[in-house]
């Protein structure tokens, strides 16, 4: 069946420090690949998407690159701020199923 | 816009007891999701509803759990009775068309506590 691992948490870094959050998936087909962030107190929010291999999805400095012949979707940023502090969730979607696959998450703390 | 919302946020009661949990999607989104979200895990889905059809509740406990979606738009989840291993975190979510690649928009959840 598909799966989602993300790395092992929690990840403590510094401001203005450089990010990365791997994530490996296993699935049939060719699935759509997502990061989502959960702020404390709120839902998730998707914070990029790639449909497709070697897409890549960024947005608000943050990127991460479908690499089918490896199966991960690593999140990087270059430059992390204490506003980054959030829980961040790798997953999956297989349009056949048509329902995200979702790792375990990891949770980034920044210190000023 | 609004977003999707959910009540109640927070919710205490004893085993055994029945709890309901409400969802209000964005309007217009045809589709509609429950997922759990056990402490320090990723979301899994209940439930996906497309319009009133649930077309998706094979991980749906259906002893204990139960969900409607009345004329496409509201849904509530219910559990009865509860156990201790219920709480968690019930995420409810949105979509377009997921058929299409929508995007999935989550609500801030019910945290739900037996004792």
């Known amino acids: 069946g598909n799966s989602v691992t993300q790395m092992e948490g929690p990840v403590t870094l510094s401001e203005e420090a450089f990010l990365t959050i791997n994530c490996t998936y296993t699935?049939?087909?060719?699935?759509?690949l997502f990061w989502y962030v959960q702020y404390p107190g709120e839902g998730l929010q998707l914070l990029l998407k790639a449909t497709k291999a070697d897409d890549k999805g960024s947005n608000k400095g943050f990127e991460a690159t479908y690499r089918k012949e490896t199966t991960s979707f690593h999140l990087e940023k270059g430059s992390v701020q204490v506003s980054d502090s959030a829980v961040y969730f790798c997953?999956?979607?297989?349009?056949?199923?048509?329902?995200?696959?979702f790792g375990q998450g990891t949770r980034l703390t920044i210190n000023p | 816009e609004a977003g999707v919302v959910q009540s109640p946020r927070y919710k205490i009661i004893e085993k055994k007891q029945p709890v309901a949990f409400w969802c209000n999607p964005i309007?217009?989104?045809?589709?509609l999701y429950w997922y759990l979200q056990n402490l320090g895990q990723g979301p899994e889905l209940l439930i996906r509803y497309e319009n009133e059809e649930a077309v998706d509740d094979s991980q749906l406990p259906k002893d204990r759990f139960s969900a409607e979606r009345l004329k496409g738009v509201d849904s509530t989840l219910k559990i009865q009775p509860a156990e201790l291993g219920d709480s968690a975190v019930y995420l409810c979510?949105?979509?377009?068309?997921?058929?299409?690649?929508?995007?999935?928009?989550f609500g801030p959840g019910t945290r739900l506590t037996v004792t």
């Open positions: 699935a049939t087909g060719y699935p759509s």
């Open positions: 997953a999956l979607s297989n349009r056949g199923a048509q329902k995200l696959v």
């Open positions: 979510a949105s979509s377009l068309d997921q058929a299409r690649g929508g995007e999935q928009y």
């Open positions: 309007s217009g989104h045809n589709t």
